[in-house]
């Protein structure tokens, strides 16, 4: 059974870079039918996402996002990461990793982390 | 701001059926495979539903998807107080580049 958990720190300062990673066991994150994403919710708010990369690196991000995202992939330890820079309140939330097919639906999640973003 | 517009609750008793909306445009649902996620209080999102009216392994079959034109629905028949959740829908759109979420449903069970 497909496994993601995340990691990383629960408090972030602002303007600072929040930096999260997701861990993959029970199966490969190599495959070539999967990509593999990062969506938020803020607290008592709906879903976001975030973007997503393919195991050979590719990436895409929401534009409302992307000129402060990157997105990474270690295949070899089959994790992937999630860098966000010069964080605000406003990017409190939980942050979830999940796997997602080419027809986006997002079919494994991890259980999600609390990011909170204060001095 | 989602895209992707849901009623914010809807309710009924056990046993009953309730189906909830998601409205969209061409960019986004008339054009892409939509999915419906389950999100029960304090847990990530469970796929639900996906490419419009498909269920995953394990999910029981009184959940059920459409879609028609610019919209989706799911529906939920045999109503279980385990279904209280908030449920959204998803889907590529076009436009934006994007992923998107609709802004969710809230279910109870009276």
């Known amino acids: 059974q497909l496994q993601l958990q995340e990691s990383g720190p629960g408090l972030v300062k602002p303007s600072e870079t929040l930096s999260l990673t997701c861990t993959v066991s029970?199966?490969?994150?190599?495959?070539?039918?999967?990509?593999w994403g990062w969506v938020r919710q803020p607290p008592g708010k709906g879903l976001e996402w975030i973007g997503s990369?393919?195991?050979?690196?590719?990436?895409y991000y929401n534009p409302s996002l992307k000129s402060r995202v990157t997105i990474s992939v270690d295949t070899s330890k089959k994790q992937f990461s999630l860098k966000l820079n010069s964080v605000t309140a406003a990017d409190t939330a939980v942050y979830y990793c999940a796997r997602h097919a080419h027809d986006p639906n997002f079919d494994y999640w991890g259980q999600g982390t609390l990011v909170t973003v204060s001095s | 701001q989602s895209v992707l517009t849901q009623p914010p609750s809807v309710s009924a008793a056990p046993g009953q059926k309730v189906t909830i909306s998601c409205s969209g445009s061409?960019?986004?649902?008339?054009?892409?495979?939509v999915s419906w996620y389950q999100q029960l209080p304090g847990t990530a999102p469970k796929l639900l539903i996906y490419?419009?009216?498909k269920r995953p392994s394990g999910i029981p079959d009184r959940f059920s998807g459409s879609k028609s034109g610019t919209s989706a629905t799911l529906g939920i028949t045999g109503l279980q107080t385990g279904d209280e959740a908030d449920y959204y829908c998803g889907t590529w759109d076009s436009s934006l580049s994007a992923h998107v979420f609709g802004t969710g449903t809230k279910v109870t069970v009276l």
């Open positions: 990369i393919y195991y050979s690196g590719t990436t």
């Open positions: 061409s960019s986004n649902i008339g054009n892409n495979y």
């Open positions: 029970g199966g490969s994150i190599s495959s070539s039918s999967y990509y």
């Open positions: 490419e419009n009216n």
